[in-house]
């Protein structure tokens, strides 16, 4: 009979106590309180670095236009469009590209130069803030 009341207090010291619970939740609170800023940061970081890049593509995309079409004739043609249709222009230049404009670049506003010349980028934007890239 004295062996069980032994065994029996054994099982009940099993567990954590509420005050370790607490401090253990307070310090994992703590750690996610100091990290998801940086998680958050990071997000945002890679997200403007996929649309940069993305907005490189589209800048070779319009140099091996200009180039598949030749200068002169890519220029006129170039003229007077709309950004969809630009975009319509040099989607063939571009691998896995999108049907629309919108879903190439998600989030982000771009906006093609209104001539086509030497050195000319895409415009990239976010809320309408300028992106230098």
Known sequence: MHRNIIYNKKLGNRGFSLVEMITAVGII????FLAIPN???VREDSERSL???????LNMA????MQANGRANAKTFW??????QRYAAVTPYLQFAPASLSGFLPGYGIVFPIT???QQKVALSLDGTSINY
């Open 39 to 41: 998680i958050i940061k």
């Open 51 to 57: 649309a940069i890049a993305r907005a490189e593509s």
């Open 116 to 118: 086509l010349g030497n």
């Open 79 to 84: 003229n007077g469009k709309t950004n969809t």
């Open 62 to 65: 319009m140099a091996s236009f």
């Open 29 to 32: 609170g703590i750690i996610l």
